[in-house]
């Protein structure tokens, strides 16, 4: 049996994966926001991005005023919906952060399986997906699907195999 090993991409500062650390598994943690990532250890953690391409990209940076809005910083270009463009009065700036594909990332990493991927990059999620080459399918993957088409999410992950389950806010799909 292997370490349970986890990958979380869009971290911010809560409800993070962080816990599973001090029980046995193993973890990386992908942040593009300096003021986030520095709160994370160090030496699990990529400050940076996920996209659909490897380089770099434009986010957009949510003011961080304590909320959970903090967590809304975004790619500039993105499939899903673009929040801090609806609500111009939370953007912070406007960064430029290295990028990687997804399949990158594991080979950088040296990751051969993934027992458990969250994705929360508020609206980038399909953009990511779409652009992963499946060298390994994670045994479970959950998602926040609300800033994206939920109902293609859903079929996109069912077709990879998947059994989908959706909830309000997030998506969870089990292989």
């Known amino acids: 049996m292997h370490n349970k090993v986890f990958v979380e991409i869009g971290v911010c500062d809560f409800d993070t994966l962080e816990p599973l650390l001090s029980n046995g598994w193993r973890g990386y943690f992908v942040e593009p926001i300096e003021e986030f990532a520095n709160k994370l250890p160090q030496d699990k953690t990529l400050e940076a991005a996920i996209s659909d391409h490897d380089g770099e990209m434009e986010m957009y940076v949510a003011k961080n005023d304590n909320t959970w ?30 990028c990687y594909t997804l399949q990158r990332y594991l080979m950088i990493q040296g990751i051969e399986y993934i027992d458990l991927l969250k994705l929360d990059c508020e609206g980038h999620e399909k953009d990511i997906l779409d652009a992963y080459d499946w060298s390994v399918y994670p045994t479970m993957i959950k998602l926040e699907h609300h800033h994206i088409d939920d109902i293609k999410m859903k079929k996109f992950l069912e077709d990879k195999g998947y059994v989908v389950y959706t909830e309000k806010r997030d998506m969870y799909a089990i292989r």
């Open 69 to 98: 809005r903090r967590g809304s910083s975004h790619a500039v270009i993105q499939s899903g919906e673009k929040i801090l463009e609806k609500s111009p009065n939370l953007v912070k700036e406007k960064i430029t952060v290295k």
